[in-house]
């Protein structure tokens, strides 16, 4: 079968750029897997922090914030986010590290200095000794993930998009100015291919015989306790330690637990560690007044990176159409809306969204040929 456009991987970042996609011509939506957000997308934090990551990272979420607060019609019923704050916590001796938070307060999303008294009640779990120095960003959201990513995927199809599950794509070749995607069963072809692969982008690439991006995929690890009973913290903010990459994050009748690990791994169906787990629960023992006393559910996701931590937009310099989408890293849900955008413009207009490149990023800084040079 011919196609315009073939995506592969059904992530939010295939998800997405495919939707995008499907108003310029035929696209096919390839998964691997036999459901789509298996992987990275399935196991998220869920949260939108608008001053998480580096400089680039946070104007492209500035371009995302509308989308998410109007998303269009029949994207979802519900709003997709919903208010959640994080409460950015020092003990004794850590609290000048608050002060480079507090520099990155804007009049859209404030950051403030609250007492360690204001900040035990947002933490009622909190020892009270560990608490010399508090702020507070409102603005930070709960992401709905799975209203987000089934959203796309429902105005994908209702374009006359195609969605293909449990298609592994193993062999790419290029001739007569098409791609022939192959799983074990079957080809499609289309002269253009978007790599939205997740932790297996880079070896998306080496199949179609291209140079990688170097990209490391990382684990990241979360766990999810009991709070005692009587205790509700579901409206309660997202906790940052300073000094410590762990964060706390409520949910209802319990906390989601993370040690903030970047376990460097091979891109795979990633699982938890049972020490990296241990060690999580008696910093969690030691810093709160809780008691573990079972482990709800664990799991872990692959973040992704290339060097320089930025991802990875445009078409490979090496070939003809082959769009590389790929290395979001620990922001990929948040990015999703500005970096489809961004794709749809460089694939199907050839040029870079104004938008963006009003907010202060370049083509250069997100072209794969960076990574190369
Ligand atoms: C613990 C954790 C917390 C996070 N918290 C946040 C957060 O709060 N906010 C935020 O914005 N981001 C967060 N992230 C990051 C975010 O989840 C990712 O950036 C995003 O999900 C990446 O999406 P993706 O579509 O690129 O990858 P994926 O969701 O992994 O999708 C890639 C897809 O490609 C498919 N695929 C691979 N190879 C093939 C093949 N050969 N053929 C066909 N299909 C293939 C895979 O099966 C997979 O479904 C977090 C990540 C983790 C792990």
Not at 79 to 87: I, N, V
Not at 96 to 106: G, K, N, R
Not at 231 to 247: C, E
Request: aromatic share 6%; with cysteine.
């Amino acid at each position: 079968m011919t196609f315009d456009f073939i995506v592969i991987g059904a992530g939010i970042s295939g998800a997405s750029v495919a939707e995008a996609l499907a108003g310029h011509g035929k696209v096919a939506l390839l998964e691997a897997e036999t459901a789509p957000g298996y992987h990275t997308t399935g196991r998220s934090a869920a949260l939108h922090t608008p001053h998480y990551g580096g400089p680039l990272v946070r104007a492209i979420n500035s371009l995302s914030r509308d989308f998410f607060h109007n998303p269009p019609d029949e994207l979802c019923e519900t709003p997709l986010l919903s208010r959640r704050g994080a409460l950015g916590l020092a003990g004794p001796g850590h609290e000048a590290a608050l002060d480079d938070v507090l520099a990155l307060s804007t009049a859209a999303d404030p950051v403030v200095p609250v007492s360690p008294a204001e900040a035990l009640e947002l933490a009622p779990y909190m020892r009270p000794d560990r608490i010399a120095a508090a702020v507070l960003e409102p603005g930070v959201c709960d992401i709905d993930v799975a209203a987000f990513h089934q959203g796309y995927l429902k105005r994908f199809r209702k374009q006359g998009g195609e969605l293909r599950t449990a298609f592994r794509v193993d062999n790419l070749t290029r001739s007569e100015g098409v791609w022939h995607v192959s799983s074990a069963q079957e080809t499609l072809t289309a002269p253009v291919i978007v790599n939205a692969a997740g932790a297996w982008a880079d070896q998306i690439g080496q199949m179609a015989g291209l140079r990688p991006i170097g990209l490391v995929p990382k684990r990241r690890t979360a766990i999810m306790v009991d709070l005692p009973d009587g205790l509700d913290a579901s409206h309660n903010p997202v906790i940052d330690f300073a000094g410590v990459a762990n964060y706390i994050k409520p949910e209802k009748g319990r906390l989601m637990v993370s040690p903030g690990d970047e376990t460097p791994m091979e891109p795979q169906d990633v699982q938890p560690d049972e020490f990296d787990i241990a060690v999580l629960v008696d910093w969690l023992e030691r810093e709160t007044t809780l008691k573990v006393r079972r482990i709800g559910h664990s799991w872990a996701g692959l973040r992704c990176f290339v060097a320089d931590q930025a991802p990875v937009v445009g078409f490979d310099e090496d070939t003809d159409g082959f769009f590389w989408l790929a290395g979001q890293g620990g922001f990929g849900i948040m990015m999703a809306p500005a970096l489809a955008d961004l794709g749809k413009c460089l694939i199907v207009d050839g040029r870079f969204d104004e938008r963006i490149k009003a907010a202060g990023v370049s083509a250069g800084d997100l072209d794969p040929a960076r990574l190369r040079a």
